[in-house]
């Protein structure tokens, strides 16, 4: 290495991440690892967004156009970033659709950064093949089937007139052929295989959208696939899968047999919130789509000055309460800002309202007392009652919420102080992503989680010129309170949910499917 070994110390590292082909569950522990530990994200425009809620680091798209496949950041400006930063400290994790190395030029980035002397680690992932495979059901390789798969890339330079693939080694291949990028030549590639032999009664298939909500199988034959894919209207990426394996599908398919498969759904809990619906939507195979309603933001001057007070008295408190993740977030946030720990909470005991808050807790070493069996005001008031006469309790709070806590447990004798440390307000529009799905109907389904939530919903539609009656998207809402809201709010109610929690809410979507 060089000479200098004060300026390799602080150079950085870029790992080169395989994300897997869309199921955000698809990419591997290390890969997930390096994700955490990034400073900056470059992922392409295969890459599932929702894989970067697992990094706190600045995430940018370095995009290819789908259509025309030109790159929009060209591969020397992504090799160029890649040193630039690496070289200025930072630990960047370049994330790629699939695996890094199957036709992905990851191995060209991984020169570049070699001959730049920078450090680099390789982390496989699912390539979109494999994933096939298992999302659609078919096992390229089998005992009696066949005992080899090849990778193919079916895009060719359009401007060279012969092709380079070999179709007649193909077309003799004992074995699946997996093509990639190949949709647009589908025709040209059934036909160039029967030419070169291949009997045209051969299963074929086109996956669109492995693992994904959108994932799209049509089944045929080297013959009947081209006509019966043209008829479909099928959107890239896909695959091309040829052989025996394709008839398997009728034994081992089950992604598409999720029971939330395919549907879209709106989720408007707050972001910080809304991380266990999305997973809970994900693995029944549905889409969520992120559209809070409420925002975080940082507590106002008046609220600094209480929070810088009563940090410094925390030992007197018998009860501290936590009702949000957000709350133990932002509370732990001030107690560092007041360069305090955990000790200056002396012997208080803790109350968490639900199961996230309680984990969250257990990130600053404090496991709560109580944890009600209900995530509600009066469950946790009902938990804490016996305990807390002629008791000091804290509420760490958000600055609106409802007065369940200091009203019942004023009401049994405690000593009750609030304590603000975070701001929430309702959003001002929806985002241009949600507002542009609902006008072309192509969002299925909104769960609405709280009166004031609806309400709130039926104004922004109002904002973006959407009339309740032309919606196309379905209102799914947690409770009868609710409904009652959304309904004197101008909306329809599809579904109600009989157990009042976005579970019940997902379960009343997938009895309006059954
Ligand atoms: N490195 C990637 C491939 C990149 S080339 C991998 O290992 O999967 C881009 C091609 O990959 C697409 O044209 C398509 O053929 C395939 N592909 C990627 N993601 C896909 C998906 N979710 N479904 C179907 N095909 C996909």
């Known amino acids: 290495m060089s000479s200098d070994s004060t300026a390799a110390t602080v150079i950085g590292k870029v790992f ?70 690496a070289k200025a400290g930072r630990t960047v994790v370049r994330l790629k659709g699939g695996d890094p190395y199957i036709f992905g030029r990851g191995s060209e980035e991984a020169a570049a950064l070699r001959e730049a002397g920078i450090l680099f680690e390789v982390i496989p992932g699912v390539t979109a093949a494999t994933g096939a495979g298992e999302y659609a059901g078919f096992s390229f390789t089998h005992r009696e089937i066949s005992s080899s798969v090849a990778f193919v890339t079916g895009h060719e330079d359009p401007s060279r007139k012969e092709t ?25 590639i059934c036909e160039n295989l029967q030419v070169a032999g291949m009997a045209k009664s051969v299963p074929a298939a086109v996956v669109c959208h492995v693992s994904l909500p ?54 408007t809990r707050p972001e910080e919130q809304a991380e266990d619906v999305a997973q809970r939507i994900v693995r029944k195979g549905g889409e969520p789509v992120m559209m809070p309603m409420i925002e975080v933001g940082p507590v106002n001057q008046h609220h600094q000055t209480e929070i810088a007070r009563v940090v410094r008295q925390l030992g007197r408190f018998h009860w501290l309460v ?22 200056c909470l002396g012997n208080a005991k803790i109350a968490a309202i639900g199961p996230s808050t309680a984990e ?42 409802r007065d369940v ?10 000593l009750f102080a609030q304590l603000v440390v975070y701001e929430n307000r309702d959003v001002e529009t929806l985002s241009p992503d949600v507002e542009c799905r609902l006008k072309s109907g192509t969002l299925d389904w909104i769960g609405l989680s709280s009166p004031s939530i609806a309400r709130h919903f039926a104004k922004l539609l109002k904002t973006s010129g959407i009339t309740p009656n032309d919606l196309k998207t379905r209102i799914a ?18 579904q109600e949910a009989t157990v009042y929690t976005w579970d019940g809410i997902l379960q009343a979507i997938e009895r309006a499917r059954s």
Not at 360 to 389: H, N, T, W
């Open 322 to 343: 936590f009702t949000s993740v957000n709350g133990v977030a932002e509370f732990f946030r001030h107690l560092r800002d007041a360069k305090l720990d955990t000790r």
């Open 164 to 188: 380079r693939l070999n179709y007649r080694a193909l077309a003799a291949f004992p074995g699946t052929l997996v093509f990639y990028m190949g949709l647009g030549r589908l025709k040209e």
């Open 214 to 267: 959108s994932q799209k199988v049509v089944e045929g034959t080297l013959e009947t696939l081209p006509a019966l894919a043209a008829a479909q209207n099928l959107k890239p990426p896909s695959l091309i899968v040829i052989g025996e394996c394709v008839k398997q599908r009728a034994q081992l398919s089950w992604f598409e047999n999720l029971p939330l498969f395919g549907v879209s759904i709106g989720v």
């Open 477 to 494: 809402t947690i409770s009868p309170v609710t409904s009652a809201a959304a309904r004197e709010s101008g909306l329809t109610v599809a």
């Open 16 to 85: 080169l991440v395989g994300a897997g082909p869309g199921d955000p569950g698809l990419i591997t522990v290390r890969g997930a690892e390096c994700l955490a530990q990034a400073d900056l994200v470059l992922y392409d425009g295969l890459v599932n967004p929702l894989l970067l809620r697992l990094t706190r680091g600045i995430c940018e798209r370095t995009a290819r156009a789908r259509q025309t496949d030109v790159a929009i950041v060209a591969q020397a400006d992504i090799n160029a970033r890649l040193i630039h930063e």
């Open 405 to 414: 806590l200091p009203r019942m447990l004023t009401d049994v004798g405690a």
């Open 360 to 401: 969250r807790l257990q990130d600053f070493g404090i496991s709560a007392d109580v944890v009600p069996p209900e995530y509600r005001a009066e469950s946790l008031a009902k938990a804490m009652e016996k305990q807390v006469r002629g008791k000091t309790v804290l509420w760490v709070r958000a600055s609106r919420g």
